[in-house]
């Protein structure tokens, strides 16, 4: 069965501070891969999302950036954390069919 | 005009009721539609999936799509206070674009 793997669960960071965010999935090829952000009250940002190795679509623009080095990693990024980066990231996948998406855990960043 | 718009609520209703959760939508290129459910400080998780207009029942948990009224329901019959969540509802097709659109989510809580 596939699985996918988020972490870490809670993170605090000084403002001006360098982020990374992991996300793995396992027990699947070719995933389409994606990073959302949870406000409260604003429902889920898609934030960006991957379909291969290398292939990354932005469908915000800011502060952050995302990477895949390997076919199931998709990294998100910042070289320097605004206060209003505090949020819930989501990572998740899905078939090559796009039909629904599976969700980690989450990552819930605040940035002090 | 969003894509997706859903009542963020919240909805109180009490153990045993029968819950109606409703989205609805505007591009009529979505074709599948599915429901998530989030706890506090998780990730979503799927709940039901639909392709196109019709039914489709679960145990408590009936999902309905309307594609000529461009709605989606999710009925929750013998409501329980682990029922108490926010519940997203998703679509997503083809010629839509490549990610799921969410909307904002309706808080639900089942007193006992």
């Known amino acids: 069965s596939q699985t996918i793997h988020q972490w870490p669960a809670t993170l605090v960071q000084p403002v001006g501070s360098p982020l990374s965010l992991e996300c793995t999935v396992e027990?699947?090829?070719?995933?389409?891969l994606y990073w959302y952000r949870q406000a409260a009250g604003r429902g889920l940002q898609l934030l960006f999302y991957?379909?291969?190795?290398?292939?990354i679509s932005s469908e915000v623009p800011q502060n952050l950036s995302a990477s895949r080095p390997q076919d199931r990693q998709f990294i998100l990024s910042s070289k320097k954390l605004l206060l209003s980066d505090s949020g819930f990231y989501l990572c998740?996948?899905?078939?090559?069919?796009?039909?629904?998406?599976?969700f980690g855990q989450g990552t819930r960043l605040t940035v002090v | 005009q969003k894509e997706v718009e859903q009542d963020p609520g919240p909805l109180s209703v009490p153990e045993g009721a029968i819950v109606s959760l409703n989205c609805t939508y505007s591009n009529s290129a979505f074709q599948y539609f599915m429901w998530y459910r989030q706890y506090s400080r998780k990730g979503p998780e799927l709940l039901m999936y639909?392709?196109?207009?019709g039914n489709k029942e679960d145990g408590r948990f009936t999902a309905q799509v309307d594609k000529s009224s461009k709605y989606i329901s999710l009925f929750i019959r013998d409501s329980q206070p682990s029922d108490s969540a926010t519940y997203l509802c998703a679509m997503w097709g083809a010629e839509a674009g490549t990610a799921l659109i969410f909307g904002k989510g309706t808080t639900l809580s089942v007193s006992s």
């Open positions: 998740a996948w899905s078939s090559r069919e796009n039909t629904e998406a599976f």
């Open positions: 639909t392709y196109s207009s």
């Open positions: 027990g699947t090829s070719n995933p389409n």
């Open positions: 991957s379909v291969g190795i290398g292939q």
